[in-house]
């Protein structure tokens, strides 16, 4: 492989990835609280089309990122109402939001099918960017890519190494021992999922103003729940889920290769299967054998909780 097919091939496994940590990033802090939202798909879709349809009209991708930032949030609210205050099932729940996430987008994006809108543009540093190999790929992304990197240490210093970090996980372990300390187990879920939502949304608007960048009808095709898997995959460690993103999203980015390149005459949908086929082999792995003792989820996890009195 030459140099500048190496290249490319690594940029654009950076950007398949970049989704897919923030998402992955955004649902390992819920569940970290206790809370089971399976609804990232829903969040992702809703985000996406409206950081595009604010880009397009705008033609500002940094108000298209604000409106998908705030589109996941507002979905991510009707999930927390629905389970923390009306306690909800949440499985339930996060599936209704997913269907609910694709007919709503479906329904706003209906006008913007097709249209092309300007992507994010990269960051030029002059001197580092035209570096061979190591320059595109280091200092050559777009700030997202960048902001993902940051939230993944922020994130793992926040649950690491702060008292707030450190209550949240509380209450996803002890609900019931964390407010008889006297702590607020709703409201610190309801940030927790507010922050879930923000991040998919996130993640979406990538997908619609960087990645393709255009609005197609579902077009996180599934990313929403290899998601969910990378935050099993890396038993709820940040570190670990941006290992886990850049994996899955280099399988992404490989079976583009493979198939654009006719390695093997193997049918085009077997190559489409690989980042899924991808999913389910980790997640076998990864739930037998000595990983098994090290990837337990949150005690309280998908559990309900009602104060007393």
């Avoid at 705008?58 to 108000?63: I, K, N, P, Y």
């Avoid at 450190?166 to 709703?186: C, I, K, N, Q």
């Avoid at 255009?214 to 099993?232: K, N, Q, S, Y």
Wanted: hydrophobic share 55%.
């Amino acid at each position: 492989m030459s140099p500048d097919i190496l290249v490319a091939a690594l940029l654009t496994a950076m950007t398949a990835a970049t989704p897919l940590l923030l998402a992955a990033l955004g649902e390992l802090v819920v569940e970290k609280s206790g809370v089971l939202n399976l609804g990232v798909e829903g969040m992702m879709l809703v985000g996406a089309v409206a950081g595009f349809a604010v880009g397009l009209t705008t033609g500002d991708w940094r108000l298209g990122i604000l409106a998908a930032a705030a589109a996941g949030a507002a979905l991510a609210f009707v999930f927390a109402v629905l389970t923390l205050n009306l306690m909800s099932n949440q499985v339930a729940t996060g599936l209704a939001l997913t269907i609910f996430g694709i007919g709503l987008s479906s329904l706003i994006g209906a006008g913007f099918v097709g249209r092309p809108v300007s992507p994010i543009p990269k960051l030029e540093l002059p001197g580092l960017t035209d570096l061979p190999v190591v320059g595109p790929i280091l200092f050559g992304q777009d700030p997202i890519v960048y902001l993902s990197f940051v939230a993944a240490g922020a994130v793992a210093w926040f649950l690491t190494r702060s008292r707030a970090g450190m209550v949240l996980r509380a209450v996803g372990e002890s609900d019931v021992s964390a407010h008889a300390l006297g702590y607020d187990v709703l409201r610190i879920r309801l940030y927790a999922v507010l922050f879930g939502g923000v991040m998919a949304g996130l993640a979406g608007g990538y997908l619609s103003l960087a990645y393709t960048p255009l609005w197609i009808e579902e077009m996180t095709a599934g990313r929403g729940w290899i998601a969910l898997a990378i935050v099993v995959f890396a038993a709820w460690k940040p570190w670990r889920a941006v290992v886990g993103a850049y994996l899955f999203g280099g399988v992404t980015i490989l079976q583009l290769y493979l198939q654009g390149a006719g390695v093997m005459p193997v049918p085009s949908q077997i190559f489409s299967m690989l980042p899924y086929l991808a999913t389910i082999v980790a997640l076998v792995f990864i739930s037998a054998g000595p990983w098994r003792a090290r990837s337990d989820a949150p005690a309280c996890l998908g559990k309900p909780f009602r104060p007393a009195g």
